[in-house]
């Protein structure tokens, strides 16, 4: 009894430092990984819209960014995406724009849209798509996957997983401040 007393006293300990040195390097290490991410390959990409014309990315320059990755089989992708359109029309007067980009086949998106309302600017491309978030600090390959993203092109924020319009409000509300140098 003995011997299998220590052993399970040995097993949880064990287990216990493994799980606090997994916690700590998704807590203390993971961050600073994203957030050094540079938001130059955004704008250097070229995607089809639904209707399948490419469109520039670059157009989006000097605008408040909330980036989107998501797909129609992604069931928490959907769930948010009704929010997304409601605080894209809450804030495009303030220089913001939420972009949705589909890894996703682009028959499928065009269906999806068609009976799904959504305000924001969406694009499709599956293999660029899973490059581009993989190069904006989603090396998990996880969806939904948002990046926030200031008008100096600098990333601020990486969300893995459904956000909500409370999350959105509060990250970007200082960076839709007035500048102080107008």
């Not at 097993?11 to 203390?28: D, E, H, N, Q």
Request: glycine fraction near 4%.
């Amino acid at each position: 009894m003995k011997i299998n007393k220590t052993k399970l006293h040995i097993t949880i300990y064990v287990v216990a430092i493994i799980f606090l040195g997994f916690s700590f390097s998704r807590i203390f290490l993971k961050p600073a990984e994203k957030n050094s991410s540079s938001s130059a390959p955004l704008f250097a990409s070229v995607m089809n819209d639904p209707d399948g014309k490419p469109q520039n990315l670059k157009q989006f320059q000097h605008k408040t960014i909330v980036l989107n990755f998501w797909a129609t089989w992604c069931e928490p992708c959907r769930e948010e995406m009704p929010e997304l359109s409601n605080f894209y029309t809450e804030n495009k007067s303030k220089n913001l724009v939420v972009v949705g980009i589909a890894i996703d086949e682009e028959k499928a998106v065009q269906s999806y849209l068609k009976k799904t309302k959504v305000t924001y600017p969406i694009f499709v491309d599956e293999d660029k798509g899973v490059i581009l978030s993989k190069n904006l600090g989603n090396k998990e390959g996880i969806l939904p996957y948002t990046v926030i993203i200031n008008s100096e092109g600098n990333i601020q924020k990486t969300i893995l997983g459904r956000v909500h319009k409370d999350q959105l409000d509060a990250i970007t509300k200082p960076l839709l401040q007035p500048s102080k140098n107008l």
